[in-house]
Structure formats: C-alpha cells, structure tokens
C-alpha cells in the first residue's frame, strides 16, 4: 500500500508513456432554454409535393400493406384480378399467367383490352398510360364498363407499375398491337403501333417487382399457383392457363396446368376437404340472384365435418376477404336462423339453444358474392364492409337453407342432431368442474376400488367396468394383471339422461369412472390422456345387467362422446347358459344359442345338463376369464353411433332415458308385441 502513495521504497517500473495533460473542465453555468422555432423558419419551401406515383414508392405499406412477401404477391393478385374482372364482365374467356425463372411475371386476357385513345382529360396521353400511371384511374367507377368488379379505388395497376423495375404492357384492340414499356412507374417508351394482329385480343402485362423495395423476394409458384385455382373456382366460366419454369419449382406444383372447374365452388370445397368425415353425404351447394340487384349474385358450398374444426373461405368480386365481413355474417345468420326454425317446426325445443358457433365451427364452407361498388376495409380489400350485404346474403340464402331442410327431412334432421350435440357439449364444457387427472403412473386410490393394471401403453390396456364388488372380485382374479384394469361400480349409475347439472356433478360413481378414464370431460376433455385404449361395459346377461349397460352408454353417449365416435367403448357378452356333457362344456350367450348349441354340439338324445348362470358374480374367475375376458376368446360388441342415424339415435336415447315419461309409454305400445316372455 505503502507503494502505492509513493511513502516506502520504491522498485524500478518501466516507464510509461506520458499521458496527455488533462483539459481543463468548463466551468459549470446554467442552461439556456432552447428557443422555439420562428413561425419564419416554418415557410412554403418546406412543403413538399409528390406527385405521380412517387407517394406509393414512398409509402407502399399504404396500398399493399407492406413490403414483405405477402405484399410481394398482392401485386400478382392486383393483375389477375383485372383480368378476372373482364371475366366476370364476359368479354374474356381465358386467362393465362406465366412465371419466369428472373422474377417476371405475365398475366394476359382475351378481353376488351385496355382503351388506348387519348383522355379526354389528358389529351396529350392515352387512356393506357393514364391507367399505369395515375392513382384513381379505371373504368370501374361509374358501373358502365365493369357491373361487379374487384378493382375499386383505381390505384391496382398503377401501384404495380410504381413498384415493378419494368413493365411491359401489350394491348390487342381491333386488330392493332399496341406496346409501350415502363420502369418505376415511368414510361420508357411512348405508345407504339406494332402493327396489326389476326386471332387477338385483350391485355397482357409482364413485370418485376423491383428489388429496391422488395429485396431478394421472388414470387412462389405454389403460391401463384393456389391462387389461379382459387381464381378459377371462383369463376366456373373461366379458364386459367398457368405455365411456370421448372427450374424454380421446389414442390409437387404442375410447371403447366389448364384450371376449369365448372362445378365452381362445389368443386373446390371437395378439394379442400378431401373425403374428411362428413355429417351429411352431400355438399349443400348453389347459386342464386340477390333480391332487388339486377346484377349481384351469390354462390355457396357447405359441409359439416364430423370430427375436425371447419372454416369459411369468403370472396368479394372474387376478392378473397380473409377477415370475412357483412356477407359472412348475412351467411351466418341464415344457417343459424334456419336450423332453429326447423327445430321448432320438428317439436325440438333444444334447438333454441344453438348458437352461431354451434353452427360454423364444424362447418367447412366457401361463399362467394358479386356486388356493386363493394365497401372494403383497405387497399388490401381483407373484410368487406358494404352494410347491405348482410340483409341481402341472408335473404338470398335463408328461402334456399329452409328449402333444402325441408326437402330431406332425415338428413335435416341429423343435421339438426349434431349441431345440438355440440351446443350440449358447449354448454357442459361451460359448467364442467371435474377434479384434474391423476399421472397414470400413480396408482389411483378410489372410493370406486378400481384395480389397475400395471402397464401404462394405452394402446395395449383395457378397463372393465363391472357391476358390484361380488363380479368385481371375480373380475380381479380373472384379469390380466399387466393390460387389465377393473373398476366395480356400485349397482345403477345415475340416468345422466334425466338427471340436472347439480346431480351429475356431486356424483360419486360418475366421479370416479371419470377419473379413473383420466381424460376429464367438457372442457377438461383430452383424449390424448385417456388411460386405457377399450373401455368395456361387463354386466350380468340378464335384464337388470341391460339396464346398467344402457345406464353406462348413455353416460358415454351425452357426457363422452368422443370415446364412441373414436371407437373406445365396448360391451363384453358374458355368456348365460354353460352345457356340460361328461368332459366337455359349452357355453350359450341366450336361449336361441342355447337351443342351437344342444342340437349341434351333442348328440340327439343324449342327456346334456344346462346350468345358468345367476350373474358375473356367481362364475368361477377360470371361467370368467375363458369366456369374456381373455383376449383370445371373448366376444366384444363396439359401441358405435353411426353419423347418418344421429337424430334417430337422439330420439332413441331421449325417448327411452329422457325426462318425460310419456315418451317411454309410447315406445313400450310400439314394441310390446315383438317382446318375447321368458322365465327367469
């Protein structure tokens, strides 16, 4: 330390070179405010004045919604939607769009071809270079050259032109050829006469994206390539010729494809959903003129999906309206007020409970209108915004939803069926508070005194729900230890048919086969934690036995579906008679098994000794297992519910376990005379 203050002896240090003397510091004075600036430094010189496209080069988040490669393609989408709309108009009749392996890309029409005599405006310009080189320019506003069309605000091709390093442009207008070229939004070139031309017409227009404002981007032929279809399915009159070089194709996209599809929509929606599990068989699809607009019209195709979450894919003038808008909502409302109609025309007063989303989330669909002077939100066109929409999308579709229901009465039915499914499903996943799962490597303890297995591989396990600890106990002896779990239920579960929300939920056998199952119910419900992969009911094969599978299946049918359709849940079929004759034993599931076996297993004449079995209980576990439980001899029914018979499915179940009585009366009337007496 003493070195460091230069007070003790000091040894030799190389020398360092000298530091710079040190500045001075300013002497501290108070801050002077900062002055505002003169109202003269604020003058006309600093407006500034852009003019031509120079504010899209400037700002092209403002009319293509960025810079990225969605925006990249919304210049693609600009151009073919030009010649969709002399499509739609009926002046053109093909389509073709080529992409090159530099970024080029052509769009080209058999149209009208874009007028090229001089503005009356601009004298000095023709209408061609007026369209490419001024905002706000088409012939799309007065509803004169274009009825319906995509094009709105007149910035499309003039935004492209502003944003492509070049542009060329060839128009075919009688019998003449006429060219002119651009970069940056500028003319190159004036409009030149190329002579004439035999067997053409319409536009065509080949640019690229100019690397200043996009950079590395290119265009994607997969990409491209969906849109055309979309384009094309939009249209069913169209026929979109799609060419692309194969050397920037990195997928399964054709490098040449001719896209017609006359079933328009229809046709697109089976594409899209390619044989998914449908409620109904057939597409519910059509078009129609929108009430009191000469010229609006409206296509649509629907399906309810079984097993996975639907969409709705919505256009405007073949605009696709990602974010959706007034026409989705009209096309809501129609289904929605439809469905609840036909309910209440069928007598079904759960059909008041559904909602929207009961409706839509299942259903995949597409739904296209034409409409005049269409109100958007943006320049990117995302949502559709006209309000009039929504009445007259409703109206066009709610006469034709309710002509389809009445016309096939059973699958409106099922339908109705399964959108009621789900509003019960949403509604108990609402009031659903079952306990959360256990690890199935912890053992459960119980009050059910389930008995698992010791394997945790859910494809190989199994659990088997039995009625009383006596069955139960000849259950646990019989089982496989390793694949075969047992839970003993005490006598009749609770009828969830009929029972309220409060009942069901205070429970304790319902709570305990729920978490012995492990996937919880109602909004808790995942499969992908289910314990075992075969629930099997085991019950006595007498009537009191039928009646506890009947109970169980319906607790699997209202409260755990997903178990029934996904094939989860079986009945085991314990046999009822055991026919012995010296040292061979056979075994009868009822009486006319038993009168078959007899004849056909012993001989005629010969003394064979029935006995019956009294329940599970009562059967030796060695037999128990040889008859219903060992895998490689048991019968096992699956429990199923077949889509196509839901709502007569429904009705069984309501009729027979529902609240009202009077519908169990009227079934007992029915069938009383297909019973057969047996004794007991």
């Known amino acids: ?151 709105l605000h007149g910035v499309g091709s003039s935004v492209v032109n502003a944003l492509s390093e070049q542009m060329e442009v060839e128009v075919a207008r009688d019998r003449i050829l006429w060219k002119q070229s651009y970069a940056l939004g500028k003319p190159l070139t004036k409009l030149v006469n190329a002579g004439t031309v035999h067997n053409r017409r319409g536009t065509t227009i080949r640019f690229k994206p100019d690397t200043s404002i996009f950079g590395p981007q290119k265009f994607g032929p997969a990409r491209l390539y969906k849109l055309c279809r979309s384009k094309a399915y939009l249209f069913r009159g169209v026929e979109i010729r799609w060419s692309c070089a194969p050397s920037i194709i990195k997928d399964e996209t054709p490098a040449e494809a001719v896209l017609h599809f006359p079933g328009g929509l229809r046709d697109s929606l089976e594409a899209d959903i390619n044989g998914g599990a449908r409620v109904l068989p057939q597409i519910w699809s059509g078009e129609a003129d929108l009430p009191g607009d000469r010229t609006g019209r409206v296509e649509w195709a629907a399906v309810w999906l079984e097993n996975t979450d639907g969409f709705v894919h919505s256009y405007c003038n073949t605009v696709p309206t990602a974010q959706g808008g007034t026409h989705e909502t009209g096309y809501r409302n129609a289904l929605v007020k439809g469905l609840r109609a036909w309910g209440e025309q069928r007598g079904n007063k759960r059909a008041a409970q559904i909602t929207a989303d009961d409706v839509l989330e299942p259903m995949a669909a597409k739904l296209s209108v034409f409409i005049r002077e269409p109100q958007f939100q943006g320049q990117t066109k995302e949502k559709l915004t006209s309000p009039e929409a929504t009445r007259l999308v409703e109206t066009a579709l709610r006469d034709r939803f309710d002509h389809y229901l009445a016309g096939d009465p059973g699958s409106a039915d099922n339908l109705l069926a399964f959108v009621i499914e789900r509003a019960e499903d949403r509604i108990r996943r609402k009031e659903s508070k079952d306990t959360a799962r256990k690890s199935p490597t912890k053992r459960l303890r119980l009050p059910g005194k389930l008995t698992d297995c010791t394997r945790s591989n859910v494809a190989e396990t199994e659990i088997f729900l039995v009625e009383g600890d006596s069955a139960g106990g000849s259950a646990k002896q019989a089982r496989n230890r390793e694949t075969q779990a047992v839970l003993p239920l005490r006598g009749k579960i609770l009828n ?104 056909r297993e012993f001989k005629a004449g010969s003394k064979v000794e029935v006995s019956r079995f009294k329940g599970l209980g009562e059967m030796p576990p060695a037999q128990l297992k040889e008859t219903t439980m060992d895998p490689s001899k048991r019968t096992l029914l699956k429990v199923v519910a077949a889509p196509e018979e839901r709502a007569a499915t429904n009705t069984l179940v309501e009729s027979l376990m529902g609240r009202r009585p009077e519908l169990r009366f009227a079934f007992i009337q029915e069938h009383a005379r297909s019973v057969t007496e047996v004794d007991v």
Request: net charge negative; glycine share 10%.
């Open 496 to 599: 969830v048919a009929s029972a309220s929300a409060d009942k069901l939920r205070g429970n304790q056998e319902l709570k305990d086969l729920i978490e012995a199952l492990g996937c919880g119910v109602g909004d808790r419900f995942d499969r992908g934690k289910l314990r075992y992969g075969r629930v099997i009911i085991m019950t006595d094969a007498d009537v009191d036995g039928a009646h506890i599978a009947s109970l169980l299946m319906t607790f699997f049918y209202r409260e755990l579906p997903e178990l029934i359709r996904n094939g989860h849940v079986y009945l085991a079929q314990p046999p009822l008679y055991r026919l012995t004759q010296g040292a061979k034993s056979v075994y009868a599931m009822d009486d006319a098994d038993l009168e078959r076996k007899t004849k």
């Open 1 to 151: 330390m003493n070195d460091l203050f230069g007070t003790g002896s000091a040894k030799p240090q190389p020398k360092k070179p000298a530091k710079p003397a040190a500045v001075p510091a300013a002497p501290v004075r108070a801050a002077k405010p900062v002055a505002s600036p003169s109202p003269d430094d604020y003058s006309a010189k600093d407006i500034e004045v852009l003019e031509g496209l120079e504010p899209v080069r400037r700002r092209p988040g403002m009319y293509i919604g960025g810079t990225d490669e969605n925006a990249l393609h919304h210049l693609a989408a600009e151009i073919l939607d030009n010649a969709m709309d002399e499509a739609v108009a009926g002046h053109a009749s093909f389509i073709e769009v080529t992409l090159e392996p530099d970024n080029w890309l052509t769009v080209r029409d058999n149209g009208r071809g874009i007028p090229v005599d001089p503005h009356p405006k601009f004298k000095d310009l023709s209408a061609l270079e007026v369209i490419l080189t001024t905002l706000h320019s088409g012939g799309k506003f007065g509803g004169k050259a274009y009825e319906t069309s995509g094009g």
